[in-house]
């Protein structure tokens, strides 16, 4: 599949109304920022108000973590596979791609994208479904990483954030695409909190969370794009699948042509529009190649099977365990040693500690926190004597049964 070009007579129309700055002005203004706390710096010519979220964000105690969690692959020793920090990466280029195309904010598209993930938790979506079922059954309440996302960085660490990019960070949800994106207003705290709080007591409702920026749209649907061709690519890496069995479409049929086929299908149909929207023959096709990288990716994962039986099984004695040890105050316990005491050193302003709040919450912040080796070794060190083990796959795994086999043929081929 050849890769697609913007139509000659939408490159003409936005080559003339950059030249003469006539184009349909949608994006956010820094002069919208709207932050909970206001400031008597609002941001400057050279680092404007949007700017300062991402060098938050990026500064944020956090944001190291996204290095060591895994974006779909768990237990696998590979460097050319994607993890986390590389995900929101790649979001953070097409949507800034899309987002110069069609004038909106590039600081803005930033901020939310390289924060969107910072709340996810260990072990990627498996790690999300088993700390859920673990908070849901103590308290009723959901957990869901697009809102833990904007909780880091508005409650555990409250870094003044806009309301525009913790609204984009909380409605990035990436699991549900649409053929059209349109913001859907959201003027104060207040409503937001609202919106948030649904998300905690109404299963599902966090899906249903939209960005109200034009901006926040195009990091939703660029987090899709972004995942979409890189997950076959990285499939086939680990020799998972074959390239040829996957669907070849209007989209094409490897990374670079996916990325390229949707970002031009974005912009021509969303250029001066209040909307971001994909036709129906891309639209389709990206709802077709889901459900194909469901099927044949996230379903048959190899490490899927272990997470289910080992991985599961340790996250939730360390969660019954450290909540035992909140509430009985166990002032060695790692939660207060290496999550309570270490929010609090690092959170900018120290006005209020960290770590009042009910205890399954706290444990739900800690576990969310980790990267996949931190979890693994924090289950050692609660449980030395436990039998559940894990074992990565390693760069050499397949030489070694090379190996093995030829060792075998020899030995059997000797002579008595």
């Known amino acids: 599949m050849a890769k697609e070009q913007l139509s000659q007579e939408l490159s003409a129309r936005m080559e003339r109304e950059k030249a003469d700055r006539s184009y349909a002005d949608q994006s956010c203004a820094d002069s919208m920022a709207h932050r909970r706390h206001s400031s008597n710096k609002p941001g400057s010519v050279w680092r404007p108000r949007f700017a300062k979220d991402i060098d938050r964000i990026l500064y944020s105690?956090?944001?190291?973590?996204?290095?060591?969690?895994?974006?779909?692959?768990?237990?696998?020793?590979?460097?050319?596979?994607?993890?986390?920090?590389?995900h929101v990466q790649l979001v953070s280029r097409i949507a800034r791609t899309i987002g110069r195309a069609l004038n909106l904010n590039l600081d803005l598209i930033e901020a939310i994208a390289l924060g969107h993930d910072i709340g996810h938790t260990p072990f990627a979506h498996c790690g999300e479904v088993y700390l859920n079922e673990l908070y849901n059954s103590h308290t009723g309440r959901f957990f869901n990483h697009n809102i833990h996302s904007a909780r880091v960085l508005d409650k555990i660490f409250p870094l003044n954030l806009t309301l525009q990019t913790l609204?984009?960070?909380?409605?990035?949800?990436?699991?549900?695409?649409?053929?059209?994106?349109?913001?859907?207003?959201?003027?104060?705290?207040?409503?937001?909190?609202?919106?948030?709080?649904?998300?905690?007591?109404?299963?599902?409702?966090?899906?249903?969370?939209?960005?109200?920026?034009l901006e926040?749209?195009?990091?939703?649907?660029?987090?899709?794009?972004?995942?979409?061709?890189?997950?076959?690519?990285?499939?086939?890496?680990?020799?998972?699948?074959?390239?040829?069995?996957?669907?070849?479409s209007v989209i094409g049929s490897v990374n670079s042509e996916i990325i390229n086929?949707?970002?031009?299908?974005?912009?021509?149909?969303?250029?001066?529009?209040?909307?971001?929207?994909?036709?129906?023959?891309h639209f389709k096709a990206v709802q077709s190649y889901k459900k194909e990288n469901y099927a044949m990716i996230y379903a048959t994962e190899p490490g899927r099977a272990i997470l289910n039986r080992v991985v599961k099984p340790m996250m939730q004695e360390i969660y019954e365990q450290m909540l035992d040890d909140l509430i009985q105050d166990k002032q060695n316990s790692p939660i207060l040693l290496h999550h309570v005491d270490y929010v609090n050193q690092t959170r900018y302003p120290r006005v209020v500690r960290y770590g009042r709040g009910?205890?399954?919450?706290?444990?739900?912040?800690?576990?969310?926190?980790?990267?996949?080796?931190?979890?693994?070794?924090?289950?050692?060190?609660?449980f030395p004597n436990s039998n559940y083990y894990v074992e990565y796959t390693g760069y050499f795994n397949d030489l070694y049964e090379q190996r093995g086999r030829i060792s075998g043929q020899l030995t059997m081929d000797q002579p008595i």
Request: glycine share 4%; net charge negative; charged share 30%.
């Open 261 to 281: 086929n949707l970002v031009v299908n974005i912009i021509e149909n969303s250029y001066g529009k209040p909307y971001i929207k994909l036709d129906e023959e």
């Open 216 to 248: 926040g749209n195009v990091v939703r649907i660029s987090d899709i794009i972004a995942y979409l061709g890189k997950d076959r690519q990285d499939a086939a890496s680990i020799q998972m699948v074959d390239n040829r069995q996957f669907s070849d």
């Open 358 to 382: 009910e205890p399954n919450e706290i444990v739900v912040d800690y576990i969310a926190s980790m990267t996949d080796d931190y979890l693994i070794d924090l289950h050692r060190y609660l």
């Open 61 to 86: 105690p956090y944001y190291n973590r996204y290095t060591d969690k895994t974006q779909v692959f768990s237990l696998t020793r590979n460097d050319d596979i994607t993890r986390r920090s590389l």
């Open 167 to 213: 609204s984009g960070i909380a409605g990035h949800n990436g699991e549900i695409e649409l053929a059209e994106y349109h913001p859907v207003p959201m003027d104060s705290f207040e409503d937001f909190e609202a919106e948030l709080e649904k998300a905690y007591t109404i299963k599902g409702y966090a899906n249903k969370i939209q960005p109200n920026t």
